[in-house]
């Protein structure tokens, strides 16, 4: 994705198989700030991971609330 992106900042990775993981990124697109979440597949041939169409970009202005929901989820449910 760092073709589409004016500036990207990888914030954390989380392993979702041994095919597939979880990137986190601050980014920025003509000025406008998101928190990218979006799942990476692992190109075979190449050995790096590609972004997938699976995940969510969420504007700066949102995120605050995008945390307060996410943190309102019990831990153990």
């Given at each position: 994705?760092?073709?589409?992106?004016?500036?990207?900042?990888?914030i954390?990775?989380?392993?979702?198989?041994?095919?597939?993981?979880?990137?986190?990124?601050?980014?920025?697109?003509?000025?406008?700030?998101?928190?990218?979440?979006?799942?990476?597949?692992?190109d075979?041939?190449?050995?790096?991971?590609?972004?997938?169409?699976?995940?969510?970009?969420?504007?700066?202005?949102?995120?605050?609330?995008?945390?307060?929901?996410?943190?309102?989820?019990?831990?153990?449910?």
């Open positions: 994705m760092s073709d589409f992106w004016d500036k990207e900042e990888m954390g990775k989380i392993a979702k198989n041994n095919r597939e993981e979880i990137q986190i990124k601050k980014v920025e697109k003509k000025g406008k700030k998101y928190v990218d979440v979006r799942v990476f597949w692992l075979g041939e190449s050995g790096e991971f590609r972004p997938s169409q699976k995940g969510v970009t969420v504007a700066y202005e949102s995120f605050s609330y995008f945390k307060e929901l996410i943190n309102s989820i019990p831990d153990n449910d």
